[in-house]
């Protein structure tokens, strides 16, 4: 009986195979690590004060901080008094990029996030539970004398959160606040080279609209995007990767259809594995340099959440079916209890994207963080999901303990056997067992990778040579993602050999009527009542 490549390789080639496959990894994590800029870049802006005393905010035209239709402006608002110019009559007006430079799709992204400048003053200070409210509009132009299009305009309300480390005292007023960023606009692409925020804080005593915020001296703007040459090196890595996981699907796919029997459980889940990276591979992202696609940002999240939802899957089908004390296998069904709370929790993370990201599509303004209620459901769709993946990955070390102690357990029948059997099946079990390994392993150098990139500067010095660590681990995290599936379908493709052949070159072959099921993959529909009486006529040998 055929069983999987897994099997049958001998320990030189699985060798050769591993080494294959550590060489590549090693080139993906030098790819980002050498090649690639770092992944996003930022610029810091301060806001201009435009004066708009003839109330024409957007109606006639945009207030542009510089260039020859650059709008009449303040340095400090204690000009304010001496012109008779009011709160309502400020503008706070951010060109991104600077003069000289400009934007291009190859940034894929633009997140700005806002820094307000508060000094404390005894008759000005900020309440309790603080709101700003903000009357933003964002414009773009392509060419220096084209007219401003308005993108988009929005009312938006944000939750102040800020702090004062000295006594609130006469002798400390003028000194700053510690206030919290806040988020701003996300936008889902860069197709446009120049873009222009208008910010106004309107103030009404009556409604109590910006009224308790403290005395606001000036905004920061802060514009977060992904670099171009990360970009580039990143959609070449996909362009790469793509074909390559498509061959190796079909190639095995093939292989499967080739086989007498149907398709067994553990291959349909590979091959649903392959099917998702080859997916999240598929370089959709080049057409967004042409086009003005603004919901590649939630696409990517979608695609990058099938992906782990079918390789958690896996991990929890793939123990399973190695776990010889259980009553069913190889059906589905079997294992409802392990895959709904994958899918709820998947789920819960997807609505939470829809609430933020879906609703950008038509408001780049909006965040879901910015009401309490909101803030509440966000933070219950991440707790309710959090518990799922702790469930799961208790379970899963319980069912890689109960899939260990099982092997351990049927290696007592070993020593009755004879050397070739013995030899070949023991082969297995430290085959299966390095799988698991190699397959902790990634999960774990994800984690490693992902603390590491938070708490480090974000590149190292080696010699003459600077290695971004951020670059590195998303292409090295990204390949060996890629590797682990190409290995799983290559490895477990059905072999051409026979497991009837004698595995030593001479000597008793082995009957396939008295096979031991200890090997990686099930390949017939055997239950654990044939497994025992198998593993009692070896024992009775």
């Given amino acids: 009986?055929?069983?999987?490549?897994?099997?049958?390789?001998?320990?030189?080639?699985?060798?050769?195979?591993?080494?294959?496959?550590?060489?590549?990894?090693?080139?993906?994590?030098?790819?980002?690590?050498?090649?690639?800029?770092?992944?996003?870049?930022?610029?810091?802006?301060?806001?201009?004060?435009?004066?708009?005393?003839?109330?024409n905010y957007r109606s006639s035209k945009w207030m542009v901080p510089w260039g020859k239709d650059s709008c009449?402006?303040?340095?400090?608002?204690?000009?304010?008094?001496?012109?008779?110019?009011e709160a309502n009559d400020i503008v706070f007006s951010v060109h991104i990029p600077y003069q000289g430079q400009e934007m291009n799709p190859w940034f894929q992204f633009m997140l700005i996030i806002l820094q307000l400048d508060i000094?404390?003053?005894?008759?000005?200070?900020?309440?309790?539970?603080?709101?700003?409210?903000?009357?933003?509009?964002?414009?773009?132009?392509?060419?220096?004398?084209?007219?401003?299009?308005?993108?988009?305009?929005?009312?938006?309300?944000?939750?102040l959160q800020c702090t004062f480390q000295l006594p609130k005292t006469p002798e400390n007023q003028g000194r700053s606040y510690e206030c919290d960023v806040i988020p701003l606009i996300e936008l889902g692409s860069?197709?446009?080279?120049?873009?222009?925020?208008?910010i106004k804080l309107p103030v009404h005593d009556g409604k109590k609209i910006n009224?308790?915020?403290?005395?606001?001296?000036?905004?920061?703007?802060?514009?977060?995007?992904?670099?171009?040459?990360?970009?580039?090196?990143?959609?070449?890595?996909?362009?790469?990767?793509?074909?390559?996981?498509?061959?190796?699907?079909?190639?095995?796919?093939?292989?499967?259809?080739?086989?007498?029997?149907?398709?067994?459980?553990?291959?349909?889940?590979?091959?649903?594995?392959?099917?998702?990276?080859?997916?999240?591979?598929?370089?959709?992202?080049?057409?967004?340099?042409?086009?003005?696609?603004t919901w590649m940002l939630l696409f990517s999240d979608i695609r990058q959440g099938i992906f782990y939802v079918m390789l958690l899957s896996f991990w929890i089908i793939f123990c399973g079916e190695h776990m010889m004390d259980q009553?069913?296998?190889?059906?589905?069904?079997?294992?409802?209890?392990?895959?709904?709370?994958?899918?709820?929790?998947?789920?819960?993370?997807?609505?939470?994207?829809?609430?933020?990201?879906?609703?950008?599509?038509?408001?780049p303004f909006?965040?879901?963080?910015?009401?309490?209620?909101?803030?509440?459901?966000?933070?219950?769709?991440?707790?309710?999901?959090?518990?799922?993946?702790?469930?799961?990955f208790l379970f899963l070390c319980f069912m890689v303990y109960q899939v260990f102690r099982n092997i351990s357990g049927k290696r007592s029948t070993l020593p009755a056997m004879s050397k070739a059997r013995r030899l070949h099946y023991e082969g297995l079990i430290f085959r299966f067992k390095f799988l698991m390994i190699i397959t902790l392993a990634c999960a774990a150098l994800t984690t490693v990778f992902f603390i590491t990139t938070q708490v480090s500067e974000g590149n190292w010095k080696w010699g003459d040579f600077t290695i971004e660590l951020n670059s590195a681990f998303f292409t090295g995290v990204y390949g060996m993602w890629n590797l682990y599936v190409f290995a799983l379908m290559f490895l477990y493709a059905p072999s051409h050999k026979n497991y009837g052949d004698d595995q030593t070159?001479?000597?008793?072959?082995i009957n396939s009527g008295e096979e031991l099921q200890l090997t990686t993959t099930i390949t017939h529909a055997d239950g654990p009542t044939e497994l025992y009486r198998m593993v009692g006529k070896t024992a009775q040998e």
Wanted: charged share 15%; with cysteine.
């Fill in 1 to 55: 009986m055929a069983g999987a490549i897994i099997e049958n390789m001998s320990t030189r080639k699985l060798c050769l195979f591993g080494v294959t496959l550590l060489i590549f990894q090693v080139l993906a994590f030098l790819v980002g690590g050498l090649i690639a800029p770092k992944p996003t870049s930022s610029i810091n802006f301060l806001a201009v004060k435009c004066v708009d005393t003839q109330k």
């Fill in 72 to 85: 009449d402006s303040i340095r400090g608002f204690e000009e304010a008094p001496g012109r008779r110019i």
């Fill in 119 to 159: 000094t404390f003053q005894l008759n000005n200070y900020i309440g309790e539970n603080a709101v700003v409210t903000v009357d933003v509009a964002m414009a773009y132009r392509d060419e220096l004398h084209e007219p401003w299009t308005e993108m988009a305009h929005s009312i938006e309300q944000r939750k």
């Fill in 190 to 198: 860069v197709v446009h080279k120049y873009y222009l925020l208008n």
């Fill in 211 to 293: 009224v308790g915020i403290g005395e606001i001296n000036d905004l920061h703007l802060v514009a977060i995007f992904q670099n171009g040459g990360f970009t580039k090196v990143w959609f070449a890595m996909k362009t790469f990767l793509t074909p390559s996981i498509l061959i190796i699907m079909i190639w095995y796919w093939r292989r499967i259809t080739m086989m007498t029997r149907s398709p067994i459980l553990l291959e349909k889940v590979i091959f649903a594995l392959g099917i998702s990276m080859t997916f999240i591979n598929i370089p959709v992202e080049w057409f967004s340099i042409g086009f003005n696609w």
């Fill in 327 to 363: 009553s069913e296998r190889n059906h589905l069904s079997v294992y409802w209890k392990q895959v709904v709370p994958i899918a709820f929790g998947s789920s819960c993370l997807f609505v939470f994207d829809m609430c933020e990201r879906g609703v950008q599509l038509k408001n």
């Fill in 366 to 392: 909006y965040s879901i963080w910015t009401t309490d209620v909101g803030a509440d459901i966000a933070m219950a769709f991440i707790i309710v999901a959090g518990i799922c993946a702790c469930l799961y």
């Fill in 505 to 509: 070159g001479g000597g008793t072959s």
